[in-house]
């Protein structure tokens, strides 16, 4: 070959040998940001898990915490049905005991001598 034949030759080598070195460039550059976006993706689906495990507990949480509430609400709920039976009761003995009054008060009142109306009859309350 001539030496133009082999210059050209050795021209489109290095031609070609600085296209494939851009182009492996380029793919190594392709492949660092393929590997971020893999350690991005798998750090994100770490914390999705993570976020998804939370909520999940935190959703038991609340269910129990319901749960608990339900049952105390139904204590206080009986507690009062107590109450207001024992309120009941005692105005019950309340009346009970204003009937007795009243029977007192009449018992008392009929060994009352009988009124005077005679002013001489009538206590003095000064001098």
Do not use: W
Not at 12 to 35: C, H, M, N, P
Request: hydrophobic share 40%; glycine share 6%.
């Amino acid at each position: 070959p001539s030496f133009v034949a082999k210059m050209g030759d050795e021209f489109y080598a290095q031609i070609d040998e600085g296209r494939l070195g851009r182009l492996l460039a380029e793919s190594q550059e392709k492949s660092r940001t393929i590997r971020t976006l893999l350690n991005t993706n798998a750090t994100l689906t770490n914390h999705t898990a993570t976020l998804i495990c939370t909520l999940i507990n935190n959703n038991a949480t609340l269910t129990n915490t319901n749960a608990t509430l339900r049952d105390e609400v139904t204590a206080i709920r009986s507690d009062m049905g107590e109450m207001k039976s024992d309120i009941r009761g005692v105005k019950e003995q309340f009346d009970q005991l204003a009937g007795a009054m009243t029977v007192l008060n009449d018992m008392m009142v009929a060994r009352l001598p009988p009124a005077s109306t005679d002013a001489a009859a009538m206590p003095r309350t000064g001098p």
